[in-house]
């Protein structure tokens, strides 16, 4: 079993999301692989062992198991071309299946995923009103353009869209909270968004419920949000990039393509780099 530290997402030798990267054969018990997780203390680990000509692979938060995570599929795919050379690498994930292409480039990676199906749904006003009341946001405050929504691309987020960078900037919660509401929910992540222009966003997200404040980098949420812009017909041009991580003082770039299909896969590419342990 090897384990590597991987930052996805990067933006060329600064910033990403980190990443456990644990590779074995066969998968380690649910109870080790949890205790790992919390051991290595990042936002998630991933597990992956051979199966057939692809691997299976699981997620893990320090506190619980998640269906999926976008920035540690995409170091998963880094270190899957380390091993195996550039290629695309089939994924079974517990809901889904997928695949992530890994690619060496110089010291660094680039890695791409292809994302579970995405779809939308309207928000409640009970849910949409709690999660104002979390941020101390006003309706005020949301981009009329890009309704809330719950989003979906592997796991379900909740979209707030903000009129104002410095709103997005301002964004504290308190945690416990945070982890009730989105635990209630079935929500993996709140999503904030400001939108620079139609192809670019700047985002951040709460990831309470995995017991993380806030995540750098998240190619799940990135890839929802593609869904849900394509969904609108948005003039996305056929892709978008996330500037994430900047207000933590931790930059990252993700890169999604959106086809013209409702509710297709969204391709979420980026960098990844190596950590120190």
């Known amino acids: 079993m090897t384990l590597q530290r ?8 600064r910033g990403g999301n980190p990443a456990g990267v644990v590779i074995a054969d066969p998968l380690p018990s649910d109870s080790a692989m949890q205790r790992i997780a919390a051991e290595v203390g990042y936002s998630e680990t991933v597990f992956a062992a051979p199966q057939g000509d692809g691997w299976r692979v699981r997620y893990f938060s320090p506190t619980v198991e998640v269906p999926f995570c976008g920035h540690a599929t995409v170091a998963l795919g880094a ?11 089939s994924l079974t994930l517990n809901q889904a299946a997928i695949t992530v292409e890994g690619r060496r480039q110089g010291e660094r990676w680039s890695a791409a995923l292809q994302s ?20 101390g946001y006003d309706p005020s405050d949301l981009d009329p353009a890009l309704p809330p929504a719950v989003v979906h691309g592997g796991a379900d987020h909740l979209l707030l869209a903000l009129r104002r960078r410095e709103d997005l900037a301002a964004m504290r919660y308190a945690m416990e909270d945070g982890a009730r509401l989105m635990a209630a929910a079935g929500l993996l992540t709140l999503l904030l ?20 404040y806030e995540d750098p980098a998240t190619g799940a949420a990135t890839a929802a949000l593609a869904g ?14 996330v500037l994430q991580g900047e207000d933590m003082g931790c930059r990252s770039l993700l890169r999604a393509g959106i086809t013209a299909e409702p509710g297709g896969s969204i391709r979420v590419a980026g960098q990844v780099r190596r950590l120190e342990a």
């Open 193 to 212: 968004v400001w939108a620079e222009g139609p192809r670019l966003f700047h985002s951040r997200n709460a990831f309470a419920v995995g017991g993380v």
């Open 116 to 135: 579970p199906p995405t779809r939308s749904a309207p928000v409640t006003p009970e849910l949409l009103a709690a999660a104002l009341a979390l941020f």
């Open 6 to 13: 991987l930052g996805a997402f990067s933006d060329g030798d």
């Open 228 to 241: 849900y812009l394509q969904s609108l017909d948005w003039p996305h041009g056929g892709s978008i990039e």
């Open 79 to 89: 270190a899957l071309a380390e091993r195996c050379g550039d290629g695309v690498f």
